[in-house]
């Protein structure tokens, strides 16, 4: 099977919970993929089962060719997968900058040999990620709060710090989980274009749940429609709006539609 993220009969089940069932979609390289459903659809538990957190208890995860079902969330992100968090920041009392160049060693880490010796090796992979960690501040105009405590910044920036944490580990293809969550809507649209910036500049894949609907149409290429667990549809966003099945899902459920 070839493709590039390719998720094929992919189930969950918690106990007698079935939240994820037979879901078979592919991410395509270069484009960004919605993911969205009403409250409890199952796309978080989808994004969970991609970046390692739950083994699926079905179906297959494949990536550039190769079976990552179920491997554990640091072997993902060294396949060139990595996520951003709702929660945007893993350590509120370090810096903005440590906290990115905490991304940017993820993908490369030392290892316990050359992070005791140092030597050459350690070197180029400490200057190599730092290079990163300004690349990436700067593009996600994060370098005026390079040396605040992360835990400080406004909300806003704590979200582009959420993806900035996932952008330095140099993945292949980003998934952002509602990167927009809290976001008022001038915000979400600055937003918006900053996620197209980065996706030339960084010639980046997507996969992005989010319930801002206005942000999703603008944004993806592609989406899929979860509702129960399950695909009721797939398509371009035009598609995806007129499509029966996902009014019905938005108009009987109880999301919001941002
Ligand atoms: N760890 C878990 N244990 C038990 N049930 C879970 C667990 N995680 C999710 N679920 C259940 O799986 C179903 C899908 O939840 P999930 O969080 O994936 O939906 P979602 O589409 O991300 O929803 P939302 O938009 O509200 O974030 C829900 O019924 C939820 O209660």
Do not use: W
């Not at 106990?15 to 270069?30: I, R």
């Not at 593009?139 to 704590?158: C, F, I, M, S, V």
């Not at 918006?192 to 999703?216: A, P, W, Y």
């Amino acid at each position: 099977m070839s493709g590039f993220l390719k998720l094929n009969g992919l189930g969950k089940r918690f106990g007698g919970l079935a939240a994820l069932t037979d879901v078979t979609f592919e991410a395509t390289e270069g484009k960004v993929t919605g993911l969205i459903g009403p409250n409890g659809a199952g796309k978080t538990t989808c994004f969970n089962l991609l970046t390692g957190t739950f083994a699926p208890t079905a179906g297959k995860v494949l990536f550039q060719g190769k079976d990552i079902t179920g491997l554990p969330p640091h072997k993902v992100v060294e396949a060139g997968l990595a996520r951003t968090f709702q929660s945007a920041t893993t350590f509120p009392k370090a810096s903005v900058r440590e906290n990115i160049m905490r991304g940017a060693l993820l993908r490369h880490p030392l290892g316990p040999v050359a992070s005791i010796l140092g030597g050459a090796t350690a070197k180029r992979a400490v200057s190599r990620a730092e290079e990163t960690v300004v690349e990436v501040m700067d593009a996600l105009e994060l370098t005026p709060y390079a040396d605040r405590e992360a835990g400080t910044l406004a909300y806003g920036h704590q979200k582009r710090l959420g993806v900035a944490i996932g952008l330095a580990t140099r993945p292949r293809i980003l998934l952002l989980d509602e990167p927009a969550a809290g976001l008022n809507p001038d915000e979400v649209d600055r937003f918006g274009q900053m996620l197209t910036m980065l996706k030339e500049r960084f010639d980046l894949s997507m996969l992005i749940v989010e319930h801002h609907m206005r942000l999703i149409m603008r944004i993806c290429d592609h989406i899929v429609v979860l509702d129960h667990g399950e695909m009721i549809a797939e398509g371009s966003p035009a598609e995806i709006q007129k499509d029966p099945r996902v009014i019905e899902a938005y108009l009987g459920g109880d999301a919001h539609a941002g």
